[in-house]
């Protein structure tokens, strides 16, 4: 059974896979599209310490807010990866919200972002969150289902400011 686990070195070249697959078909999250894999390749430690570097008791600089990254495995194989808000700011609050999430091309439409949605919900109550935001594109059918499939009410379709899309905004209530 898949779980979410702090990234780590153990995962290493099957994240690099899963941006190398992502980048090939590019279809990934910006970040993902963006990684520079020899950079990653040079020095992973630094990597997985930027990937950590919001967690608490660190202070994010103004504009960002504590957050975490946790990667959804299965033994050695790295599937997907989610990150985790604390809290929101104005931003977020508008698009972006709690929690965002990503499944490797080659491992789409097997349930593993239903899976990895859950078990961030499971980690949001650790967290104390009673009420957790999601946003997706309006025209990004699976992360809809996604969504709707782990209990999301629609509060409506938006614009925001420098994003050319229309979005959809869902909350999700734990307590
Ligand atoms: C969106 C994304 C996370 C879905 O991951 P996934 O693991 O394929 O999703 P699941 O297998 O859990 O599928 C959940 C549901 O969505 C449906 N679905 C998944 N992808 C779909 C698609 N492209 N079009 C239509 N439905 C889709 C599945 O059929 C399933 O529905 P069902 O349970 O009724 O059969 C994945 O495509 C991805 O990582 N995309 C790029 C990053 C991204 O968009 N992240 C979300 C940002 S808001």
Redesign the pocket.
């Known amino acids: 059974m898949p779980t979410l686990v702090p990234p780590s070195e153990r995962h290493r070249a099957s994240f690099l896979d899963a941006v190398r697959e992502?980048q090939q078909t590019g279809?990934?999250?910006g970040d993902?599209l963006t990684f520079d894999i020899p950079e990653l390749e040079r020095d992973f430690p630094a990597f997985l310490a930027h990937l950590r570097r919001f967690e608490p008791p660190a202070v994010p600089p103004e504009g960002f807010v504590n957050s975490e990254s946790l990667w959804l495995v299965e033994g050695d194989t790295y599937?997907?990866r989610v990150s985790i808000r604390h809290t929101l700011n104005a931003r977020l609050r508008e698009f972006g919200g709690h929690i965002?999430?990503?499944?490797?091309?080659g491992?789409?439409?097997?349930?593993?972002?239903?899976?990895?949605?859950r078990l961030a919900l499971e980690r949001a109550r650790e967290l104390g969150l009673t009420r957790v935001l999601?946003?997706?594109?309006v025209d990004?059918?699976?992360?809809?289902?996604?969504?709707e499939?782990g209990c999301g009410v629609l509060e409506g379709e938006f614009t925001v400011p420098d994003y050319e899309r229309v979005i959809r905004r869902y909350w999700i209530e734990l307590a």
């Open positions: 992502a279809s990934g999250l993902t599937l997907g965002g999430y990503e499944i490797r091309p491992q789409r439409r097997r349930g593993y972002a239903t899976l990895a949605l999601v946003t997706c594109d990004n059918a699976g992360s809809r289902r996604v969504i499939k």
